[in-house]
T-cell receptor
């Protein structure tokens, strides 16, 4: 199916471990985004990418790394997970000023 | 600096009541876009509407309507004759021209519609 797919849907990990959240889109949109959603904060931008090999920081980038070697993939890596990174993570791609979101990844860091 | 405020954290209504969700935004740009997204209990984010800053016409889509007023920097969302399926968290968001499409979200309003 066309669209934007995130995996895994749920993830439990321990502090200090590296975790990678995957995001794949089938539309070939240039822009892609990673947001995290936390109670009381709404959605906040972590990183975004304007095209393959072009990425930039958002509002809350600390502790995260992204890459974009191919247009369709935009993985988000937590290099050393912390409890404060427990959150729901949404990937999105942009088409004509409209963002389309994936189903989200619920990450728990114990 | 851009900002979106949804002052109503939670609203509870009984089915068939009308309900308005408030959204106030701040921006220095003259060209910007406003959005509403719905997040049902299943968790996905569903696009509802996009409005650009030059189009102040109100919009109606079925039971949903949107009132955009630049004079008060508001973009309010009304659900007429609410239904249980409208229960969700609703987010208002702002995107400025030149922001590369990044959306600034409000904190959301949780709407509960009781039968």
């Amino acid at each position: 199916d066309a669209g934007i797919t995130q995996s895994p849907r749920y993830k439990i990990t321990e502090t200090g471990r590296q975790v990678t959240l995957m995001c794949h889109q089938t539309w070939s949109h240039s822009y892609m985004f990673w947001y995290r959603q936390d109670l009381g904060h709404g959605l906040r931008l972590i990183y975004y990418s304007a095209a393959a090999d072009i990425t930039d920081k958002g509002e809350v980038p600390d502790g995260y790394v992204v890459s974009r070697s191919k247009t369709e993939n935009f993985p988000l890596t937590l290099e050393s997970a912390t409890r404060s990174q427990t959150s729901v993570y949404f990937c999105a791609s942009r088409d004509a000023e409209k963002l389309f979101f994936g189903s989200g990844t619920q990450l728990s860091v114990l | 600096a851009q900002k979106v405020t949804q002052a109503q954290t939670e609203i509870s209504v009984v089915e068939k009541e009308d309900v308005t969700l408030d959204c106030v935004y701040e921006t220095r740009d003259t060209t910007y876009y406003l959005f509403w997204y719905k997040q049902p209990p299943s968790g996905e984010l569903v696009f509802l509407i996009r409005r650009n800053s030059f189009d102040e016409q109100n919009e109606i889509s079925g039971r949903y309507s949107w009132n955009f007023q630049k004079s008060t920097s508001s973009f309010n969302f009304t659900i007429t004759a609410s239904q249980v399926v409208d229960s969700a968290v609703y987010f208002c968001a702002l995107s400025e021209e030149g922001s590369q499409g990044n959306l600034i979200f409000g904190k959301g309003t949780k709407l509960s519609v009781k039968p």
